[in-house]
């Protein structure tokens, strides 16, 4: 039982491994391709994108004064 137990495990990390090259290799092929055309990612401003995590704020107004 322990036997068949490491073979299986052998086999799914061999798979595992070999899925891995594969799509390190694809990653590596669109990046190429990206490069031989040119093309580039614009920067996050030409996007009109920001920090979406926190809203601005908003002017403070009368109510916002402390009280004297």
């Known amino acids: 039982m ?7 495990t052998r086999a799914l ?9 594969a799509m390190n290799h694809a990653w590596e092929q669109v990046r190429q391709n990206a490069e031989r055309r040119g093309s ?9 994108g920001g920090d ?3 809203p601005e ?3 403070p ?6 009280l004297a």
Request: hydrophobic letters at 40%.
């Open 2 to 8: 322990i036997f068949a137990s490491s073979v299986a």
């Open 13 to 21: 990390l061999a798979v595992d491994h070999l899925l891995n090259l």
């Open 40 to 48: 580039q990612r614009l920067p996050e401003d030409e996007y009109g």
């Open 52 to 54: 979406l995590c926190s």
């Open 57 to 59: 704020r908003p002017m």
């Open 61 to 66: 107004t009368e109510d916002d004064q402390p």
